[in-house]
């Protein structure tokens, strides 16, 4: 019902518990892409664990915590953004974002994060937003560099994901 436009035909939309099919559908078709980087690409494998991600999103945005939208392109669900948290007492959120391989290098993650970035700081008063990834994703890490966050360090064996302990990469926009 409501969106909001990014341009090139693409937009930020509410992705909803009743929104499960469509969510584990575009799960199963950019599962191999996101299973380097991102734990729901393990967790969500069918419809009830895709209703499950999302009613989790939907509990925590009615308690004015995390959020989630679907990034869409002419009508299609080909990525993400969310605030994995939002604490709107200590003014710090976290910011996460995936895309489909084939809608990369368009620039969309950067204008959907912007959308979250100015919301956070100019509505919501957030102080501190943040970014965390592997050491080894490097489109990530662009993506947080090309939104002008800032690399504060590295926590070591910070992320269990797939088997191992993971570094986590600390980036930061701060008000
Ligand atoms: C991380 C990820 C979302 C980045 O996607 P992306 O499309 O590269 O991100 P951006 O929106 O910042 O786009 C940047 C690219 O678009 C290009 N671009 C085109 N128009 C642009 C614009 N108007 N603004 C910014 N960049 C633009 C940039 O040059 C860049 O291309 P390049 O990588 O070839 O130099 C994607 O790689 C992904 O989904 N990875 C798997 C999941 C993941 O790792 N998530 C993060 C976990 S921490």
């Avoid at 035909?9 to 299973?35: S, T």
Wanted: aromatic share 10%; charged share 25%.
């Amino acid at each position: 019902m409501f969106s909001r436009a990014l341009g090139d035909d693409a937009e930020l939309r509410p992705l909803e518990p009743w929104q499960a099919a469509e969510f584990a559908a575009y799960a199963d078709r950019v599962r191999g892409a996101l299973k380097p980087w991102i734990p729901w690409a393990y967790t969500v494998v069918d419809e009830a664990s895709a209703r499950a991600y999302l009613q989790g999103y939907a509990d925590r945005q009615a308690a004015d915590g995390g959020r989630v939208f679907g990034l869409y392109v002419s009508g299609v669900l080909e990525g993400g953004v969310i605030f994995r948290s939002f604490n709107a007492a200590q003014r710090v959120c976290e910011i996460g974002v995936w895309l489909a391989p084939e809608m990369r290098g368009r620039g969309l993650i950067n204008r959907a994060c912007r959308v979250l970035i100015d919301w956070a700081i100019d509505v919501r008063g957030m102080v501190r937003v943040e970014w965390l990834c592997d050491p080894r994703n490097e489109a990530s890490i662009a993506a947080a560099r090309r939104l002008g966050f800032t690399h504060e360090g590295t926590h070591r064996k910070a992320f269990h994901l797939d088997g191992e302990h993971r570094d986590v990469q600390v980036w930061a926009i701060v008000a």
